[in-house]
């Protein structure tokens, strides 16, 4: 009777230890299910931000460009209103990273002086030297003044 006795002790706590073996390998089941579903989420997460930085590059250079765009348009407009009238033209006028430069024909040196001051007073520009003056002959009968002007762009206050 008594071996009877612990046969059903023993089959009781075997089938006892079966059920939360079973248990347990359905929650570890569970829970690794949970895990590579979320692996796959973080996966779509990680492709997203990546779209999210490449978009975000592109809105940069966007704006960027957006606000470089008007620059030169700009630069040509404000040296057409600090011309001289009737006293000067402007033959050439180029801009780098390092400053702009005017090429111009003047018909005396006071001209290109009241020029060079009128780019000074302007607060875009700083640094306006004059490299050249040199005769020029090319209208017979004109003795006007070939000039170089360079100077650089101001930075812009954010404040405004």
Known sequence: MSLVLVTIAALWFNWLLSSKIETLDKRIKDTKAQVEKYNKINKEIAEIK???????????????????RKAPVELLDDMSKLVVDKQMWLIELSEKSDGVKIVGIALDNPTIA???????????????KLKSINQDNSIKGLQLKRFEISFKKATPDKTT
């Open 50 to 68: 990546k779209k999210l930085d490449v978009l975000n590059k592109k809105i940069d250079v966007i704006q960027s460009l957006d606000l470089t």
């Open 114 to 128: 009241e020029y060079m001051t009128r780019i000074e007073t302007s607060k875009k520009y700083i640094d306006v």
